[in-house]
């Protein structure tokens, strides 16, 4: 029987209230959380006739109250928003050269410097009650969410039209085929945290053959999905977006046209810690040789070579992860074990050394950013030991 989607409705969520013991309470009387600056809550509840069948997660960024501090007011908001505001966008907030038009990573071109100014919003999550899923629920919630975005309501912290809707596709956890349950002996044995260096060597294995390929065919229907919605790649970067404009180039793209995600097979909700845990430790380890790193390097120095030279989904080496977090003890003890990983290259292209210089300029943006407006300038030891690491990072 088909669902009436005529009923089908999205409403604000609540607010958040805290107790006096800083815990999430559904008391009416609990303290409200306040919102982060520049950043308004589009989340939705979606109900079916008056029922709840799921949910939106959304987030509109009010760009023109952020300018020449885009950067540093990300940091008030969540980690996912955050990565994409420094991905896709400079210090002031513009979208970066390379994902344009006529950049080196612009891909189609269907997006420019429109998405500098003006309100953007970003979906964090969008979950539909299993058994509603693949009936048009997601897309007509979605519908509704966009047409929501395009005409804010009284209610809405935003005054304006937002320029459009940007996401990563990604599956939820609880999207996994019944029949995983069929391969718990096998899974099993990638299912532990990995809380030390001495536990590396008992997880560090391939994923099942069989997980990895019903991953990427849930991966491969959700990107579908958000295409059959009008979503289009920025650049060749993993995020999609939806333009409000009917006339934007974005719209007149065909979905068989639009840039494909250039990855490597596997599953984007992979716990890393779990399933990737080299590349974990070295997200966590100090980037200074002491005590606390000695442990990592000493595993790095003995550990199998396809240990060091393992990509994730995104191609990312260990060395590509070193690189980007400036860790120089941790980069020369991968290097020793194989210079080849110098030239390995992520899903859109980039080696090491690329990756190193595309966080170089992100923390120079950010820098300048932090200093925007300000009459003092930073301390000038800080000013020195930037200095010294980028010039120790640059010589890797």
């Known amino acids: 029987m088909d669902l009436d989607l005529s009923w089908l409705q999205l409403v604000r969520l609540p607010p958040l209230r805290y107790d006096e013991d800083g815990e999430e309470t559904d008391d009416p009387n609990g303290v409200e959380a306040p919102p982060p600056p520049f950043l308004s809550d589009a989340s939705r509840l979606i109900k079916l006739a008056g029922v709840k069948i799921g949910y939106i997660e959304c987030y509109v960024l009010r760009k023109d109250e952020m300018i020449n501090q885009f950067h540093r007011a990300l940091d008030s908001t969540t980690q996912e928003i955050l990565e994409f505001g420094r991905t896709l966008f400079d210090y002031r907030g513009r979208l970066r050269t390379q994902f344009g038009p006529s950049g080196s990573k612009g891909g189609t071109g269907c997006w420019g410097q429109e998405l500098s100014s003006g309100n953007l919003a970003f979906i964090s999550e969008i979950n539909i009650k299993a058994d ?3 009936q048009g629920v997601g897309k007509a919630a979605l519908h509704l969410l966009m047409s929501a975005l395009a005409h804010p309501e009284k209610e809405d912290t935003w005054s304006s039209s937002c320029k459009g ?3 990563i596709p990604a599956i939820l956890l609880d999207s996994e085929p019944e029949n995983m349950d069929d391969e718990k002996e096998e899974w099993s044995d990638h299912d532990s945290d ?6 590396l060597s008992n997880v560090e294995k391939p994923l099942p053959p069989t997980v990895v390929a019903n991953r990427e065919r849930n991966l491969q229907r959700v990107n579908a999905f958000f295409l059959d919605c009008g979503f289009r790649r920025v650049g060749t970067t993993p995020y999609l977006g939806f333009s409000l404009d009917e006339h934007h180039p974005s719209r007149r793209l065909d979905k068989a046209s639009d840039q494909p995600l250039l990855r490597r097979p596997g599953g984007e909700s992979l716990n890393p810690q779990k399933h990737y845990p080299l590349h974990f430790h070295i997200s966590t380890a100090p980037s200074t040789l002491g005590p606390d790193l ?3 390097i000493s595993y790095i120095r003995t550990a199998p070579l396809e ?3 393992r990509a994730d989904h995104l191609g990312w080496t260990p060395l590509h992860t070193a690189a980007s977090l400036f ?3 941790v980069c020369k003890a991968l290097v020793s074990r194989s210079r080849a990983e110098l030239q390995a290259t992520t899903w859109d292209g980039l080696t090491p050394m690329d990756v190193l210089k595309d966080v170089i300029s992100q923390a120079e943006d950010y820098r300048r950013a932090m200093r925007e407006g300000e009459e ?3 301390d000038e030891m800080e000013e020195e ?3 010294w690491l980028l010039k120790e990072c640059r010589s890797v």
């Open 165 to 167: 809707a940007f996401l």
């Open 327 to 329: 860790n120089l003890p």
């Open 294 to 296: 000695l442990p990592l």
């Open 376 to 378: 003092e300038v930073e």
């Open 385 to 387: 030991m930037w200095a």
């Open 194 to 199: 990995v809380s030390s260096i001495e536990e």
């Open 307 to 309: 240990y060091i030279q």
């Open 132 to 134: 509603l899923r693949s």
